[in-house]
């Protein structure tokens, strides 16, 4: 049977569980609304250099993630159907099938997070927009692809919650300072040629990460 | 595994502790003459001392992070419990000696720069692999299964060490474009890489190197050796 | 009455061959040294008392658990399948399996069918719930089904891709008289068509096996 499917097949399920739980619209919006709120209101009118903007847009986006990249993994545990899962399918077949699905959701949670913090606040003028979206994509495509194994790691473990962050930080770190750096070249209105080497990182940061998670998932996802 | 001989214990520690006297000792004068001084840079000083200590245990707490990933591979490819075992040890010698070489870095930076933490490329790389250290940790005490923990711990340390090219090339990169400021020095490689040390200096530090290299292997096997036993004695209850 | 238009789409003999298999938890052993043989057409029960291991035995065979020594091995049509090949040839039903809430009971075979990469027969799946007499509730999510409609469920999940060896954990669980009828009769066509093993403390379950493993005492009969 046509198995390069399959993936597609799991994908498909998380999209429409979603809509169907609308856990993405309420918790993972109440948590964007609420900390851009929290951000606007400490900014208050001071001038904030865009150096410090275009950080505070990747902590919030960060934190999105971390709210709501876990999920799709811990939910399986959490309802018992890991197991039935396990007895479908390939593990390879699993991982890239949810693997599409969270990159789906943090392109779309950043894409929405970018929007609005241009929108909302006045010091945040974006000069090379083709800059600034090509980060935006990039970066959430790098963010899913070490968050996705590491999703499946922590649902496996007791404190799901808190150890999240925790192990995400270090791995995300040089992806989160080089889409910040490429953010602040996009407000400074710099050349595509000047972010050329940011995007490379970024490619090379998620392809790298992508091919680790497909040769280990195997060990996280079965016993 | 690694069962030193005494001579190899005696020789280490003469070695250590002729390094500790010497490196402490050995005066810094602007003349240096003979190998028992030190040439006066100015700038440095007396503070150049800390190369004999912290650059070999930073070097050390990389050393076991990437032993601790080459057995966590181990494990998983044979799911042998040592190998596991193997793993914590030297991650454990990697956690004390990342702790050591950030402490001794710091006191450095506030005696060069006047503050504990810049933020410079490599202070940053050697705080981010104590992350890494202690989310390993905080994992493995988060399950309960041997077999499970020994595999997620083993899979992280990989997914870890993965990003450490990337540590090597977007550090410097970031740093220079956000800290302007930095002294030009740090921007360098610094004396180690360009081997601009005088000579003398140079064999202390190189003595200092092997020593502590030396000390983390005579200390990884006593922790593999005592931990293999403790196993024995649980099994055999 | 039998319906063997479930089975006729298939000859697959398969045989299942294990050695010496033992479960170690924290060091303290939960069973060692279990060693059969099945064919087709054969069945066999695993027995015991509450925490003598038996789902975990039957998790270890279905290759959803790793064992702690010993051997297992598939042979399909003479060809050795590598457990993490097996999932056209078993099905499971288990109370450690789950279906997807909040999709109906129909929704979840079809899922399953499209996620095990088969094409997704709606005739048979509505036989399937006819036959365990959930097709009422078919358009309904999971979530507001009683525990005997989720066991039903269960089971036409784990015929739905007609393995040749079925594991049933618990096969009676949650089901009125009318329910373990039908689950009678499935465990007689399975064994009739293929291979069955199950693990349960009901006596009158028992009468279906061939033979017979109690993890209590170590010993089969």
């Known amino acids: 049977m046509m198995t390069g499917l399959i993936p597609y097949q799991i994908f498909v399920k998380e999209i429409i569980s979603e809509f169907r739980t609308r856990y993405a619209l309420n918790a993972l919006m109440m948590f964007v609304v609420t900390t851009l709120t929290m951000v606007v209101f400490s900014l208050g009118d001071n001038d904030v250099p865009y150096e410090i903007l275009s950080g505070m847009l990747w902590i919030i986006i960060f934190f999105s993630a971390m709210s709501g990249l876990s999920r799709t993994f811990v939910a399986e545990e959490e309802r018992g159907t890991s197991l039935t899962l396990r007895l479908l399918t390939k593990a390879t077949n699993v991982y890239i099938g949810k693997l599409m699905y969270n990159i789906v959701l943090i392109c779309s949670l950043s894409v929405f997070i970018a929007l609005a913090y241009q929108f909302i606040i006045d010091d945040f003028v974006v000069q090379s927009q083709s800059i600034f979206w090509v980060t935006i994509l990039l970066g959430s495509i790098g963010l899913a692809g070490a968050s996705t194994i590491l999703a499946a790691i922590i649902a496996k473990a007791n404190t799901k919650g808190t150890l999240f962050p925790v192990l995400s930080f270090p791995i995300l770190l040089p992806l989160l300072l080089t889409c910040i750096r490429a953010t602040v070249l996009a407000v400074e209105g710099a050349f595509i040629s000047e972010a050329l080497k940011d995007f490379q990182i970024l490619i090379s940061f998620a392809i790298v990460m992508i091919a680790a998670s497909v040769m280990l998932f195997n060990f996280v996802w079965n016993d | ?237 | 009455m039998v319906n063997s238009q479930f089975y006729d789409k298939q000859m697959r003999s398969l045989t299942l061959k294990v050695e010496n298999v033992a479960r170690v938890f924290a060091r303290k052993t939960l069973f060692e040294g279990i060693t059969f043989k099945i064919s087709s057409g054969q069945s066999f029960a695993v027995t015991g008392k509450n925490g003598s291991g038996k789902s975990t035995l039957v998790k270890i065979l279905c290759g959803l658990m790793t064992s702690s020594r010993g051997t297992i091995q598939y042979t399909v049509d003479n060809a050795v399948v590598p457990i993490d090949e097996l999932f056209p040839h078993i099905g499971l039903v288990s109370p450690y399996l789950n279906m997807y809430d909040e999709f109906s009971g129909e929704e979840n075979l079809q899922l399953f069918a499209k996620i095990r990469g088969i094409p997704v027969d709606q005739k048979y799946i509505d036989e399937l719930l006819q036959r365990c007499t959930i097709y009422e509730h078919r358009k309904k999510e999971v979530r507001y089904y009683s525990s005997g409609m989720k066991q039903r469920l269960k089971y036409c999940a784990a015929l739905l891709h007609r393995p040749v060896l079925l594991y049933l954990d618990e096969p009676s669980a949650n089901l009125d008289e009318q329910g373990i009828g039908v689950v009678r009769e499935v465990m007689q066509e399975q064994k009739q068509n293929g291979s069955l093993i199950f693990a349960t403390n009901d006596e009158l379950d028992l009468k279906y096996a061939d033979s017979i493993l109690d993890l209590n005492s170590l010993k089969i009969g």
Request: overall charge neutral; charged content about 15%.
């Open chain 2, 1 to 237: 595994m690694i069962n030193m001989n005494i001579f190899f214990k005696v020789f280490l520690s003469l070695l250590l502790t002729a390094v500790i006297i010497l490196g402490i000792a050995i005066p810094t004068v602007s003349n240096p003459q003979g190998f028992f001084q030190f040439p006066f840079i100015p700038g440095l000083e007396e503070k150049a001392r800390n190369i004999f200590f912290h650059v070999p245990m930073a070097w050390t707490s990389v050393l076991a992070f990437f032993m601790a990933m080459f057995y966590g591979i181990q494990y998983l490819r044979t799911k042998n419990p040592d190998y596991d075992l193997r793993s914590v040890s030297s991650a454990g010698l990697g956690l004390m000696f990342c702790i050591l070489a950030t402490v001794t870095g710091s006191i450095w930076a506030k005696f060069n720069w006047g503050s504990f933490w810049n933020w410079d490329p490599r202070e940053t790389s050697i705080f981010i692999l104590l992350l890494i250290y202690g989310a390993y940790f905080v994992l493995r005490s988060a399950i309960e299964e041997d077999e499970k923990r020994g595999a997620l711990s083993a899979v992280y340390s990989i997914i870890a060490g993965v990003t450490v090219p990337f540590f090597v090339f977007v550090m410097p990169r970031i740093m220079s474009g956000l800290h302007p400021g930095s002294l030009g020095d740090e921007q360098g490689s610094g004396p180690v890489v360009e081997m601009n040390m005088a000579p003398n200096m140079l064999v202390i530090f190189f003595a200092s190197l092997i020593g502590f290299t030396m000390l983390y292997f005579w200390m990884y096997s006593l922790r593999i050796r005592t931990a293999r036993l403790e196993q024995q004695h649980y099994s055999t209850e």
